[in-house]
């Protein structure tokens, strides 16, 4: 029983910013890595950021140095701040985490409902 629950989504103008949160719940032992994934309409789904329990992050080319993910593990939750948004950042944003529930029991994969960003004039 572990649900990730997303917020900050929105409309926000070109060059302005958000920040998207994602709270992980339920029953957790461990969480072994968190990212975000996004689509827009008639384009695959992308991943956009990871970052692991040890701190290594990985990004898409197209959002390095405007995007940044970042967790409070003692409260689950990660975050994502997007920066500098063009209208190619449209889309909704997913976030994903991968969890161990028990110490002998396997990984499992969660995602999020998703969030909505609109980037417009």
């Known amino acids: 029983q572990v649900q990730l629950v997303e917020s900050g989504g929105g409309l926000v103008q070109p060059g302005g910013s958000l920040r998207l949160s994602c709270a992980a719940s339920g029953s957790i032992f461990s969480i072994n890595s968190m990212g975000w994934f996004r689509q827009a309409p008639g384009k695959q789904r992308e991943l956009v950021a990871t970052?692991?329990?040890?701190?290594?992050?990985n990004y898409a080319d197209s959002v390095k140095g405007r995007f940044t993910i970042s967790r409070d593990s003692a409260k689950n939750l990660v975050y994502l701040q997007m920066n500098a948004l063009n209208p190619e950042d449209a889309a909704v944003y997913y976030c994903?985490?991968?969890?161990?529930?028990?110490?002998?029991?396997?990984?499992?994969?969660?995602w999020g409902q998703g969030t909505q960003v609109t980037v417009s004039s």
């Open positions: 970052l692991t329990s040890g701190g290594s992050t």
């Open positions: 994903y985490a991968n969890i161990k529930r028990t110490v002998l029991g396997p990984d499992f994969h969660y």
